[in-house]
């Protein structure tokens, strides 16, 4: 009977098996102990194979950001613009959220590829089909990027678990002065008990864009 490992050489590799593949391991392991190397042992081939796939790991790692953004909706220019691109920012969120170890990634020109770019036109069609000028449409592409991307990177750099955020802002607000502070203080405060659930901060910011973006097209 043949081991897990041979079964595993029998499929034969592809670009998108291997991109797949890193995808997986960085969703576990993290970009850092990413290479070459570590990737041909996840697959049960030597390094040297992966090359005939991807020219090198900066191609991998290009590949692997285009992989996440391709799990977003695209939106449809010919569809009601608020819907449609409602729907496609917070898909796009949602799968960045999958995936830790990509938002720093898209801030780079560098891995820009087939599946963000059409992201990117389908947010700028389904702009301009609403009527939206050339100056409006190039800051509320750039506001919802910013939003999406923005809003991933910090959720990842906040690491305090929810039953912790209690005990986090009594110690916090225990190095203030005393007497120091008192709006900042109140609003610790009542984060901390809170049990606001209206919208999440993606949602409220992503409301906020779109209904500026309602009454420009009023005025």
């Not at 449809?76 to 796009?92: F, V």
């Not at 599946?115 to 990117?120: E, P, Q």
């Not at 990027?145 to 929810?162: C, N, Q, W």
């Amino acid at each position: 009977m043949a081991t897990p490992e041979q079964e595993m050489t029998r499929v034969p590799l592809s670009r998108e098996r291997v991109l797949s593949s890193g995808v997986a391991f960085a969703d576990e392991h993290g970009l850092d102990g990413l290479s070459m190397r570590r990737l041909g042992q996840e697959l049960g081939v030597e390094a040297m194979s992966l090359y005939n796939h991807v020219a090198n790991k900066d191609d991998l790692i290009g590949g692997m950001v285009d992989l996440v953004i391709a799990e977003a909706v695209l939106a449809d220019p010919e569809g009601a613009w608020r819907h449609e691109l409602e729907q496609s920012c917070t898909s796009a969120y949602e799968a960045i959220e999958r995936h830790p170890w990509s938002p720093s990634l898209m801030m780079t020109p560098d891995y820009v590829g087939p599946a963000r770019l059409g992201f990117m036109d389908a947010i700028l069609g389904t702009l301009t089909a609403a009527g939206f000028s050339d100056v409006m449409v190039h800051h509320a592409f750039h506001a919802l990027d910013s939003h999406i991307v923005g809003t991933a990177l910090r959720s990842f750099a906040y690491t305090v678990e929810p039953e912790d955020e209690e005990e986090t802002a009594r110690a916090f607000m225990a190095t203030l002065p005393e007497g120091a502070y008192p709006y900042l203080i109140e609003h610790i405060q009542w984060h901390a008990i809170s049990d606001y659930a209206e919208y999440t901060e993606f949602e409220f910011g992503l409301k906020l864009v779109f209904d500026a973006l309602e009454r420009s097209l009023e005025d």
